[in-house]
């Protein structure tokens, strides 16, 4: 039968226990644990880390985002100047098409009223002419028929 009491070799176990516990401390549990601390200060210095780029990012991000919003205002003002210079463009030459065409109108208006009196003047040469000669041809009629 087993014997659960202690007895005297309780001493010389728990000196071994103690000499084991002393040796793994020392070359295992000791050894690990500054492992993972290394580890742990390195998982902390490597978030500490990253949490300084992503705020270097943000900061970036917002720096970006702030000259797309000027280049997008100043290309505004430039398309509106832009066009405002094109439409000033237009205005200039419609206007100077109109007057291009004024003056064409008025030489053409020109040209008819002289060309107009020349053929008034020519018409009534020729009606006083063809009246001469029907007045001719009808006296002439007139001297055969007495």
Do not use: C
């Amino acid at each position: 039968m087993i014997d659960l009491a202690p007895n005297l070799t309780i001493f010389p176990m728990w000196f071994l226990f103690v000499v084991v516990l002393v040796v793994l401390n020392r070359w295992v549990f000791q050894p690990t644990l500054a492992l993972l601390d290394e580890r742990k200060n390195q998982t902390e210095r490597q978030e500490q880390n990253a949490q300084h780029l992503l705020e270097e990012t943000q900061k970036r991000l917002a720096s970006y985002e702030e000259a797309i919003l000027q280049a997008r205002n100043r290309a505004a003002v430039e398309r509106e100047r832009i066009v405002n210079e094109a439409h000033e463009q237009e205005k200039a030459i419609i206007d100077q098409a109109r007057s291009d065409t004024e003056k064409v109108l008025d030489d053409i208006k020109t040209k008819v009223e002289g060309e107009k009196g020349g053929a008034i003047l020519k018409l009534r040469q020729e009606a006083q002419g063809l009246a001469r000669s029907i007045v001719d041809k009808v006296l002439e009629r007139d001297k055969k028929v007495a």
